[in-house]
């Protein structure tokens, strides 16, 4: 069976910092390039972070370059996204998401709610 199960989110004051887990099972998460997506009430879904297989290469948003940072442990199946220096309009509902074309994967997450406010 095929999950990715975000955990991390929650509630914090501009300026602090939340650490995002995603736990991957049930295929080849190796193989995979994973994101970090997010999407704000009344918007778009739009990238955050992406990582490649090996984790030798990173793409962020603008929105928040210098700020985030995504990581993985392919030993463990786990992604990771380090946010600091939060902002209100960082407030969104973060999905992980892993994509591979061989093996052909295009898998979400649920989702887990960051909430930046005083």
């Known amino acids: 069976q095929v999950q990715l199960v975000e955990s991390g989110g929650g509630l914090v004051q501009p300026g602090g910092s939340l650490r995002l887990s995603c736990a991957a099972s049930?295929?080849?998460?190796?193989?995979?390039?994973v994101s970090w997506y997010r999407q704000a009430p009344g918007k778009e879904r739009e990238l955050v972070a992406s990582?490649?297989?090996?984790?030798?290469?990173?793409n962020y948003a603008d929105s928040v370059k210098g700020r985030f940072t995504i990581s993985r442990e392919n030993a463990k199946n786990m992604m990771y996204l380090q946010m600091n220096f939060l902002k209100t309009e960082d407030t969104a509902v973060y999905y992980c998401?892993?994509?591979?074309?061989?093996?052909?994967?295009?898998?979400w997450g649920q989702g887990t709610q960051v909430t930046v406010s005083s």
């Open positions: 049930g295929f080849t998460f190796s193989t995979c390039v």
């Open positions: 990582i490649t297989p090996s984790g030798g290469s990173t």
């Open positions: 998401h892993a994509y591979s074309l061989l093996p052909r994967y295009n898998y």
